[in-house]
DNA sequence: TCCAGTCCGGACAGTAAGTCCAAGTGAGGT
DNA sequence: ACCTCACTTGGACTTACTGTCCGGACTGGA
């Protein structure tokens, strides 16, 4: 992964540890630089997004803002690669340990998977999907109704008067339906089939026995 | 933004400049740690993440790793923080101009956010929900998994780490959805959501005060 | 009238739905 | 390291609902 002009060179020793570390950290998405800033130099470069080595001049203007006799660290500033591609850059004055300026550190950061990615997420989010959640059927009761008066008038007759085995057939019906699921459903169901509680658990039971033997 | 013990530390002085310039690149997800190896204390820090400071031991196991007789670039290796937050994290053993190793420098980038973009990428880009609408949903437990499930994707949070709020959304949209009007169905949430019956029914009470309220 | 079949309402037991509380837990502050 | 506060939790408890049972009542037919 490094490529550097001359590993003996005491800088890059020092400092190519620290490099490496970003470079592993930012996978393929960032380049990390060490430059030569007196000889405007690259003394060593890991995951070249251009095709600068070590020895080339710096070129991309990373050092023009450099002043080490104001600030030690410039950035995040952008810069635009030949092909289009948006960067964030960072640099940073590397001193020796008597303080003098050796070497400069960049750090250019690819952001346009990023950049690709927040655009697909506000196409997508803007025009916000109108929740789609198809809801339960909110009124249970309004089908328990819906059931027993289609029965009632294919039938031809009225609740009141439906015998055993019609209401069998619609307790089949509404226990298809899922209606017996629902929390108090057997009081609603025994009102509008105009019986008892007791009746109607009976023939559920009677229904279950049923359908239990067969 | 930095955080130092002692800026006369000539470490600190020699290392902050590549830090600052990373701390700065990432902007708030990322925290830089400037590590005293030998004493297993922190240098400096910079966009702290956690509650360490200058001179707290290093904790988060940052050091166990590395053995600067073999390697000085470690990583990228995954942590977990205490609230959840998941890091990618690299190493770097720093050596001063004797190569004696004199810090580590630790980068914790906070992937969450990206990890929230991609999780809801793949929620759109997947089969979204294959959605079996029958008119009357049989398999209610079904839809409540589903709901739960599309929350918790969108979140990019295990519903284990769901906060109070979160919790609270999520029942609202079960609610909406009906689901409550089903026997049973609060101990069936309550284990979807890994909370206790009692949370269910004491965050239920809280959004319907709410609502009775507005 | 008597019988058979059914239904009703109410009593009752069992199970689920809600409420309440003391104790435990964890994050944040000092 | 300790405290505080907010929240969660399991369990006890109350209330509501579910399901069963039975005596009495109604109905239609012998």
């Known amino acids: 992964m490094e490529i550097s002009e ?15 570390a970003v470079a592993l950290l930012l996978g393929p998405y960032a380049e990390v630089v060490l430059h030569d800033a007196a000889r405007d130099r690259v003394l060593a470069i890991w995951n070249p997004m251009t095709r600068r080595g070590p020895g080339d001049p ?3 203007g990373e050092l023009d803002r ?3 006799s104001a600030r030690d660290v410039y950035g995040p ?12 850059s960072v640099s940073a004055v590397l001193r020796d340990e008597e303080g003098q300026p050796s070497a400069v550190m960049c750090v250019n950061l690819d952001r346009t998977p990023m950049d690709r990615a927040a655009a697909l997420l506000a196409g997508f989010a803007a025009p916000s999907t109108p929740r789609p959640e198809a809801l ?4 249970w009761t309004e089908r328990v109704h819906q059931i027993i008066g289609s029965f009632v008038r294919a039938r031809g007759r ?4 439906l015998g055993r085995e019609d209401r069998l057939t619609v307790l089949t019906e509404l226990d298809r339906a899922g209606v017996f699921a629902f929390r108090r459903a057997v009081p609603v169901v025994a009102g509008a089939l105009k019986a008892s509680r007791s009746t109607v658990y009976a023939l559920l039971a009677e229904l279950k026995a049923q359908g239990n033997a067969s």
Chains 1, 2 share one sequence.
């Not at 952008?78 to 964030?88: I, P, V």
């Not at 009225?158 to 008067?161: A, F, G, I, L």
């Open 6 to 20: 001359d590993s003996a060179d005491p800088r890059v020793r020092m400092w190519s540890p620290a490099c490496q």
């Open 58 to 60: 710096s070129l991309l």
């Open 66 to 68: 450099l002043d080490p």
């Open 77 to 88: 500033y952008e810069k635009l690669l030949a092909d289009g591609r948006r960067l964030s």
């Open 136 to 139: 339960f059927e909110q009124d």
């Open 158 to 161: 009225p609740v009141e008067r």
